[in-house]
């Protein structure tokens, strides 16, 4: 096994459980690691620290274990996917029978770096970010079928877009196991298609569950807005709430045709819902004052890199800005960004600018983060990528 030898001083983040090694703190490597190979982790002094996927880039190894001890076979893969399981069983999103979508394995929150696992009903759609668990596929999918305990029939391999380009790994998407073609799975009572073939992320943005779940409860009787509304979830949420109408609006074709189906799986020929392909800035320029009292904003990443962030905050402040302009007195706005590099105080200051540029009165009712399912390593505070603030307009 490849040795990796840190820069002096360069151990002490590792110290703290820290999963990431950049490359900027390595002195030198015992040999030539293939990318997604397994290193060892050395301090200057040659003491052991930690175990991982070395990968080509800036962040060099993604630590899977801190033990010398502990190797990194079946066994390993069995025991992390039961601790996950486990997990998700004891905060009750596990064996219940109004809910079987949830994520069981969400990166470095589970202490798997690159490896992204989501189940609808009875599909897993196992998503890898680094060459390591590309790599390791095979494996963490057998090793999946025995923990799930026959609850998973099918494991759909979805990476072709999540894997970083320079590794030349050329990877396919497609069934690892089974291929039911049976896309339909509950959240919370409510039946969404999952287009884990072409959708974005694993198919659904699992991550907003406990916050649609609260957008219900602010709906009835309200006229709502649901921006970028990709499979409509929010929508769908909406229309249960009670709702008088919901308008879902996205610039693709394809996210309006399956935000429809949703509707129509859950609320057939209800014409309280309309939805409209177009672009998410004229529309909101185009509307009439005060035509909603209840609007969502949950556009795609503004800033999938730092390099973005300046853009990104002032495309958060345009977008805010126009919501905070339209939407009727007495309104609720559901404001979110999923940019992980964008901070929460960052967000927040966007909106705040926007509130003021604005000229309305605006009340914080809730700050929101990602649900219990996607947790965020304490050593690992950049885990905590989605913010969200929902706002009462006077």
Known sequence: MHKVYLKPGKEESLKRFHPWVFSGAIARINGKPEEGEIVEVYTSKKDFIARGHFQIGSIAVRVLTFREDETIDNSFWRRKLATA???????????????????????????????????????AVMQAHSAGMHMERMQIAEALTEV????????????ETTLP?????????????????DNVATEYGLNFHID???????????????????????????????????????????????????????????????????????FPDDPRHKAFAEDAFKFLEQMDDNAYDLIVLDPPAFAKHRDALRNALMGYRKLNARAFGKIKPGGILFTFSCSQAVSKEQFRTAVFTAAAMSGRSVRILHQLTQPADHPVNIYHPEGEYLKGLVLYVE
């Open 85 to 123: 399981r486990e997990m998700r069983r004891s905060i009750g999103l596990i064996g219940r029978t109004d809910n079987n979508t949830y994520r069981l394995v969400h990166g470095e929150g589970d202490n798997l770096p690159g490896l992204v696992i989501d189940i609808y009903a009875r599909t």
């Open 148 to 159: 799930m305990q026959g609850e998973v029939d099918n494991i759909y391999y979805k990476s």
């Open 165 to 181: 380009y320079k590794a030349d790994l050329f990877p396919e998407n497609g069934f690892l196991k089974g291929g039911s073609t």
């Open 196 to 266: 884990w073939l072409k959708g974005q992320k694993t198919g659904f943005f699992v991550d907003q569950r406990e916050n649609r779940a609260l957008l219900e409860k602010y709906a009835h009787g309200r006229t709502v807005l649901n921006m970028f509304c990709y499979t409509g979830g929010f929508s769908v949420y909406a229309m249960r709430g009670g709702a008088l109408s919901v308008h879902s609006v996205d610039s693709s074709a394809k996210a309006i045709e399956l935000t429809n189906k949703n509707i129509g799986l859950n």
